[in-house]
């Protein structure tokens, strides 16, 4: 059975779709990527989208699912490489993706992973900070 | 008694053909401007030559027969061409009804004698004409529906410009409303720019969009959220007070799009995101 390939690249995971989705694959990605971000306590999740052509408001869905998902375990979501009709036609179905990130492209998108975690990251040390200062 | 009225016009295309092209000559109407007048007599001679050739005495009122067809579509391309260069109806009107004239004047001067059946060959002849017309106008007003098609085509495709304005910044200045048609094709064209130029910022400048109902600002949203999920950011510029005014009192609410005054600022605020400064140059000596 076809499955999507998710690669570890340092605290970021990417997946990159190169079928077009069917209902099954996408469930499956979403259950594979929940326990990916997990195993691996990542911190970011890519998903390159450039050569899906086709959405149906399931895989509107899907994506918007798999990015809440990682939010809860504390791994950003960015979503890169729409292509414009993908992108009007989830508008056109109401399916705006709110609180996913997007990106024109993968390198954009890793951009702006990096720093959403660097900030996250000075936030922890300021965080340590302040601990040690009232500890002292 | 059987008069061969087929007969008799095909013997006398050469008169018909001469007193149509008098006829049409002497039209104060005619219009040299639009077509020459060797032209108008190829036109006249192709049409008499497929109307006389294709008469015959069973299908003299029956335009759906086979014969016709030759007919209509000889008289539909001249009328679709007179649409385009620009005739008007009565002009194009007349092609055919001085061509009507010609045939009864022919028809007189052959049947002297007997007026019954210079009456009864008249109104063949007449009713014949009649529906040539009507296929001539209808044609006529197709080709007219062409050029306004066209037109609004062409002016939808001239009115949404996109332009890069900067490296990574392109605007999208709209004029004119902007109904749901417009907003796909303003989408689209959006859209497939950010891709090709790699843009990360898009103003939408409105300071040409007469009014703003609730319709207007769905679809302003809807090309705004179009371009936040392609990972650009959108900016609604140009916003005059009294479309501020009408979006309040709407109720629409465009608390989650960046919007701003004036083309500039929202230019100084796409420049501020991309960290670029734009600075008075220092003055070294004379220019």
């Not at chain 1, 959405?55 to 798999?66: C, P, T």
């Not at chain 2, 003299?60 to 007179?82: C, K, N």
């Not at chain 2, 649409?83 to 010609?102: H, I, M, W, Y």
Request: proline letters at 2%; a negative charge; one cysteine or more.
């Amino acid at each position: 059975m076809d499955k999507i390939p998710i690669l570890r690249m340092g605290a970021f995971l990417l997946v990159t779709i190169q079928v077009d989705l069917y209902d099954r694959l996408a469930l499956n990605l979403e259950a594979d990527l929940v326990q990916m971000v997990n195993k691996t306590n990542a911190k970011g999740v890519l998903i390159d989208i450039s050569a899906v052509s086709i959405v149906d408001s399931f895989m509107g869905r899907i994506i918007g699912n798999i990015a809440s998902m990682s939010r809860i375990l504390d791994a950003e979501t960015v979503v890169v490489g729409m292509q414009p009709a993908v992108a009007i036609t989830l508008i056109e179905l109401g399916l705006p993706l709110k609180g996913v990130h997007t990106a024109l492209d993968m390198e954009r998108g890793m951009n702006f992973l990096k720093t959403m975690i660097d900030v996250e990251a000075d936030d922890d040390d300021q965080d340590a900070a302040d601990y040690d200062s009232i500890a002292e | 008694m059987s008069f061969n009225t087929h007969k008799l016009l095909q013997k006398k295309k050469k008169n018909i053909l001469e007193l149509w092209m008098k006829n049409q000559l002497a039209d104060e109407g005619l219009r040299e401007d639009l077509i020459s007048n060797e032209e108008l007599r190829s036109q006249s001679e192709e049409l008499i030559n497929a109307l006389v050739g294709n008469l015959s005495s069973e299908n003299f009122t029956d335009l759906q027969s086979e014969e016709w067809s030759p007919v209509i579509e000889i008289l539909g391309g001249i009328a679709i061409t007179r649409a385009r260069q620009g005739f008007s109806p009565r002009e194009t009107g007349n092609f055919v009804f001085s061509l009507k004239e010609a045939l009864l004047d022919v028809l007189q001067q052959e049947i002297t004698d007997d007026a019954m059946t210079l009456f009864k060959e008249s109104l063949k002849i007449n009713r014949l004409m009649d529906n040539l017309s009507v296929v001539t106008f209808e044609t006529f007003i197709k080709g007219r529906e062409e050029v306004i098609l066209r037109q609004t085509d062409e002016i939808t495709e001239i009115s949404t410009p996109v332009i890069r304005v900067w490296d990574g910044i392109l605007a999208l200045p709209i004029i004119g409303t902007l109904d749901s048609a417009r907003t796909q094709i303003v989408m689209e064209n959006l859209l497939q720019e950010i891709v090709e130029t790699g843009s990360s910022i898009a103003i939408l400048d409105i300071s040409g969009v007469p009014a703003v109902d609730s319709l207007v600002a769905q679809h302003l949203i809807k090309t705004v959220s179009a371009t936040r999920l392609m990972g650009a950011e959108c900016i609604i510029s140009g916003i005059r007070p009294e479309i501020a005014q009408t979006v309040v009192h709407l109720g629409i609410d465009l608390s989650n799009i960046i919007t701003k005054a004036t083309l500039a600022s929202a230019l100084a605020y796409a420049f501020k995101v991309m960290r670029l400064e734009v600075r008075k140059a220092a003055v070294v000596g004379k220019f």
